[in-house]
């Protein structure tokens, strides 16, 4: 089934490199959204554990980090409009 994304998600999607086309499953996305997250939180410990930083920064850089990744808390559903363009 197609689906019309929102021109918010898609924006956010191309931040990290996905483009959909509109049989692209949204939860498929989300993974990807996720597996991204999760690869940049295990390089920032890394560098945490290698001395890149100090500790006490770890949580600020942990929450900056969040913050790029704003549709890991936006349901899948609220990824889509309910009429076209």
Request: charge should be positive; avoid cysteine; proline fraction near 11%.
């Amino acid at each position: 089934m197609p689906h019309a994304y929102a021109q918010e998600v898609l924006e956010e999607l191309a931040r990290h490199g996905l483009q959909p086309l509109p049989e692209t499953p949204t939860w498929f996305l989300r993974d990807a959204v996720r597996e991204l997250y999760k690869y940049e939180i295990k390089v920032l410990k890394a560098r945490l554990l290698g001395g890149e930083f100090p500790r006490h920064e770890y949580a600020g850089r942990v929450i900056g980090l969040r913050r790029r990744y704003p549709l890991l808390s936006v349901p899948v559903e609220l990824w889509t409009r309910t009429s076209p363009p």
